[in-house]
Protein backbone atom coordinates (compact mmCIF):
# COMPACT_ATOMS: atom_id res chain seq x y z
CA UNK A 1 0.00 0.00 0.00
CA UNK A 2 1.62 3.61 -0.62
CA UNK A 3 0.07 6.96 1.14
CA UNK A 4 1.23 10.55 -0.47
CA UNK A 5 1.29 13.88 1.14
CA UNK A 6 1.87 17.01 -0.61
CA UNK A 7 3.48 19.74 0.87
CA UNK A 8 4.86 23.50 -0.47
CA UNK A 9 7.46 26.27 0.27
CA UNK A 10 9.20 28.90 -1.16
CA UNK A 11 12.71 29.25 -0.98
CA UNK A 12 15.86 31.42 -2.93
CA UNK A 13 19.13 29.73 -4.56
CA UNK A 14 21.43 30.50 -7.69
CA UNK A 15 23.12 27.82 -9.61
CA UNK A 16 26.60 29.72 -9.53
CA UNK A 17 28.33 28.54 -13.36
CA UNK A 18 24.90 28.29 -14.51
CA UNK A 19 25.29 29.12 -18.23
CA UNK A 20 21.53 30.50 -18.73
CA UNK A 21 19.49 32.45 -16.50
CA UNK A 22 19.49 30.24 -13.56
CA UNK A 23 23.27 31.56 -12.12
CA UNK A 24 21.06 34.92 -11.21
CA UNK A 25 19.86 34.72 -7.27
CA UNK A 26 15.83 34.22 -7.75
CA UNK A 27 13.23 31.93 -6.48
CA UNK A 28 10.46 28.85 -6.44
CA UNK A 29 7.67 27.82 -4.74
CA UNK A 30 8.25 23.74 -4.41
CA UNK A 31 5.70 21.37 -4.60
CA UNK A 32 6.70 18.32 -2.35
CA UNK A 33 5.03 14.75 -2.76
CA UNK A 34 6.14 12.33 -0.08
CA UNK A 35 5.19 8.90 -0.74
CA UNK A 36 5.22 6.15 1.60
CA UNK A 37 4.87 2.35 1.50
CA UNK A 38 4.24 -0.37 3.63
CA UNK A 39 1.74 -2.92 4.91
CA UNK A 40 -1.52 -1.36 7.18
CA UNK A 41 -1.29 -1.35 10.75
CA UNK A 42 -3.37 -4.30 11.93
CA UNK A 43 -4.76 -2.90 15.57
CA UNK A 44 -4.35 0.04 17.67
CA UNK A 45 -4.69 3.88 17.47
CA UNK A 46 -3.51 3.52 14.19
CA UNK A 47 -5.54 0.35 12.40
CA UNK A 48 -5.80 0.39 8.68
CA UNK A 49 -3.28 3.14 8.16
CA UNK A 50 0.32 2.91 6.63
CA UNK A 51 1.31 5.72 8.80
CA UNK A 52 -0.99 8.35 10.24
CA UNK A 53 -1.02 11.77 7.66
CA UNK A 54 -1.00 13.71 11.13
CA UNK A 55 2.92 11.66 12.06
CA UNK A 56 3.99 12.02 8.55
CA UNK A 57 3.24 15.54 8.35
CA UNK A 58 5.22 16.57 11.26
CA UNK A 59 7.75 14.57 10.63
CA UNK A 60 8.77 16.34 7.18
CA UNK A 61 7.56 19.65 8.20
CA UNK A 62 10.54 19.46 10.70
CA UNK A 63 13.19 17.79 8.90
CA UNK A 64 12.06 19.25 5.71
CA UNK A 65 9.58 21.87 5.16
CA UNK A 66 10.99 24.60 8.28
CA UNK A 67 14.29 24.64 7.28
CA UNK A 68 13.62 25.03 3.60
CA UNK A 69 10.81 27.59 4.11
CA UNK A 70 12.04 31.39 3.19
CA UNK A 71 15.18 30.43 3.59
CA UNK A 72 18.25 31.17 0.59
CA UNK A 73 20.00 27.60 0.16
CA UNK A 74 23.43 27.79 -1.19
CA UNK A 75 26.06 25.15 -2.26
CA UNK A 76 29.25 25.60 0.38
CA UNK A 77 31.53 24.96 -2.14
CA UNK A 78 30.86 27.97 -4.16
CA UNK A 79 32.67 31.05 -3.08
CA UNK A 80 29.88 33.53 -4.52
CA UNK A 81 26.91 31.53 -3.20
CA UNK A 82 28.87 31.51 0.48
CA UNK A 83 29.31 35.10 0.24
CA UNK A 84 25.73 35.82 0.14
CA UNK A 85 24.88 33.22 2.86
CA UNK A 86 27.17 35.17 5.13
CA UNK A 87 25.76 38.71 4.24
CA UNK A 88 22.09 37.60 4.98
CA UNK A 89 23.57 35.59 7.93
CA UNK A 90 24.96 38.87 9.27
CA UNK A 91 21.68 41.02 9.09
CA UNK A 92 19.64 37.64 10.66
CA UNK A 93 18.27 36.12 7.64
CA UNK A 94 17.63 32.22 7.20
CA UNK A 95 20.17 30.42 5.17
CA UNK A 96 20.67 26.76 4.74
CA UNK A 97 24.05 25.03 3.29
CA UNK A 98 23.96 22.02 0.78
CA UNK A 99 26.94 20.43 -0.30
CA UNK A 100 26.19 20.07 -3.43
CA UNK A 101 24.40 22.01 -5.64
CA UNK A 102 21.16 23.35 -5.28
CA UNK A 103 19.64 21.82 -8.54
CA UNK A 104 15.97 20.46 -7.99
CA UNK A 105 17.62 16.58 -8.28
CA UNK A 106 20.36 16.76 -6.02
CA UNK A 107 17.83 18.66 -3.48
CA UNK A 108 15.21 15.95 -3.88
CA UNK A 109 18.08 13.28 -3.02
CA UNK A 110 19.19 14.90 -0.05
CA UNK A 111 15.17 14.96 1.13
CA UNK A 112 14.60 11.27 0.58
CA UNK A 113 17.88 10.64 2.41
CA UNK A 114 17.13 12.74 5.04
CA UNK A 115 13.29 11.43 5.69
CA UNK A 116 14.69 8.05 5.43
CA UNK A 117 17.44 8.18 8.13
CA UNK A 118 16.47 10.83 10.12
CA UNK A 119 13.18 10.72 10.03
CA UNK A 120 12.96 6.63 9.93
CA UNK A 121 10.17 6.60 7.05
CA UNK A 122 10.02 4.29 4.69
CA UNK A 123 9.96 6.68 1.43
CA UNK A 124 9.64 4.97 -1.72
CA UNK A 125 9.45 7.88 -3.83
CA UNK A 126 9.49 12.06 -3.35
CA UNK A 127 8.72 14.09 -6.25
CA UNK A 128 10.06 17.73 -6.13
CA UNK A 129 8.27 20.47 -7.92
CA UNK A 130 10.21 23.10 -8.84
CA UNK A 131 8.08 24.33 -11.32
CA UNK A 132 3.77 23.65 -11.96
CA UNK A 133 5.83 22.17 -14.90
CA UNK A 134 8.97 20.50 -13.30
CA UNK A 135 9.55 18.20 -11.35
CA UNK A 136 12.27 15.38 -10.13
CA UNK A 137 11.73 12.33 -8.92
CA UNK A 138 13.59 10.24 -6.69
CA UNK A 139 12.95 6.98 -6.12
CA UNK A 140 13.89 3.73 -4.50
ZN1 LIG B 1 15.88 27.85 -9.66
Known amino acids: MKITKTFSFDMAHM ?3 HDGKCKNLHGHTYKLEVEISGDLIIGGAKDGMVI ?3 DLKSIVKKLVVEPFDHAFIYHTESGRERQIAAMLEGWGLKTL ?4 RTTAE ?3 QYMFELLRREGR ?4 ALRLWETPTSYCECSL
Open 15 to 17: LDN
Open 52 to 54: DFA
Open 97 to 100: PMAK
Open 106 to 108: NMA
Open 121 to 124: LNVS
